[in-house]
């Protein structure tokens, strides 16, 4: 298979010709975005809209240019995401539109309508068939199913469990619906009860009230919980963990597995802009937002989904570490800056299952504007 074709713009600018939406209008344009339209058809801007708290999500007006662009070639713009599994400002469409529009994402400013992709309470889902090793068939937001063509725009980061979050990961967890994200999240954290001090935190963020006190110390009822990790994310003492060598592969398989049936049917009419902006050690999923692990990169378009998050991998790993953040090791350049953040991580193999599974290509060359 040929090398697929990466196009990076980085963050420099001396001339209003370089300024950020100059450089996203150059991007859609070089990458080809365009062709993934159809005239007159409905176009997935598919994004997060961050949790409430989170301020590192990609700026709306950056996505007001994908959305004009959309128009340009004809086709039906609306920008989308599907409602969380865990509780927060994002569990169902109400909250979830009133939060994307208190962070910039309404029309005035972007452009299209917002919607989101599973309607009211995540019942607006689609079965996909796709025949793979975990899932046979894949249960998909309905108005992302629906949509003739769809542009991915990631915000490329950290993440707890999966190591890093891109094009990848905003296709299978983010296009899943409630119980698609179930059907991914069915690993389960431990509590460390030796390091445990009984704060109650993860007891306040469990959306399901798995969790309790017992002698002072957390205690899971893996009967209720949904494997969401939202305890393990919000843990001060790091006291939750998870059965990495088990658990986590067939976590990220899963993931890339969902990933395909997002894009069945439109594989050649979806295209992909990963923002290598703000890199922070977590989700935006997260009320909050930790200081960046990396210094701001730049941005990337590529029609391939393993080959925009192969060349973006190597990218933060090309720098130097922020040591002021929450990276304490590998800082170097060229070291795996996700396994400095979490040792036990293994976020390459989001990339080397989606060649396994036909979702793209590891191999691609990197063609600056």
């Not at 989101?116 to 899932?135: C, P, Q, R, Y």
């Amino acid at each position: 298979m040929p090398k697929q074709k990466v196009y990076f713009a980085n963050m420099r600018a001396r001339d209003p010709r370089d300024n950020t939406v100059s450089k996203i209008n150059r991007l859609f344009e070089s990458a080809g975005l365009g062709e993934t339209v159809r005239r007159n058809g409905l176009t997935a801007i598919k994004l997060h809209f961050g949790e409430l708290g989170n301020d590192s999500y990609i700026n709306p007006v950056f996505v007001r240019q994908v959305v004009d662009k959309v128009r340009a070639y004809g086709g039906k713009p609306f920008v989308t995401d599907s409602n969380t599994l865990y509780l927060g400002s994002r569990s169902n469409a109400a909250d979830h539109i009133e939060t994307a529009i208190r962070h910039g994402f309404d029309y005035s400013v972007v452009g299209a309508p917002v919607i989101i992709a599973d309607g009211l309470k995540g019942g607006n889902t689609k079965s996909v068939v796709i025949h793979k090793k975990h899932f046979q068939d894949v249960i998909i937001s309905g108005d992302i199913a629906t949509a003739e063509s769809m542009i991915v725009l990631s915000h490329f980061k950290g993440h707890e469990v999966a190591g890093f979050g891109g094009a990848i990961k905003n296709l299978g967890m983010g296009c899943a619906s409630a119980v698609g994200k179930q059907a991914q999240h069915s690993a389960r954290p431990l509590i460390i009860e030796e390091i445990c001090v009984g704060c109650g935190k993860c007891i306040d963020v469990c959306p399901k009230t798995a969790i309790t006190l017992v002698d002072e110390k957390a205690a899971i009822k893996n009967s209720k919980c949904i494997g969401c990790f939202e305890c393990m994310t919000i843990c001060p003492e790091r006291a939750i963990d998870i059965d990495w060598v088990t658990e986590i592969p067939q976590f990220i398989e899963r993931i890339v597995e969902y990933a395909v049936g997002a894009v069945h049917g439109k594989e050649s009419r979806t295209g992909y802009m990963n923002f290598l902006t703000h890199i922070t050690p977590d989700c935006d999923c997260v009320p909050w937002s930790d200081a960046p692990v990396v210094p701001d990169i730049g941005i990337l378009a590529s029609r391939d989904p393993v080959a925009i998050d192969a060349a973006s991998f190597d990218l933060v790993n090309s720098q130097k570490g922020n040591p002021e953040s929450m990276l304490q090791h590998n800082q170097h350049k060229g070291a795996d800056k996700f396994k400095g953040l979490r040792e036990n991580t293994d976020a390459y193999r989001q990339i080397m299952y989606g060649v396994e599974v036909g979702l793209g290509s590891s191999e691609y060359e990197l063609i600056p504007l």
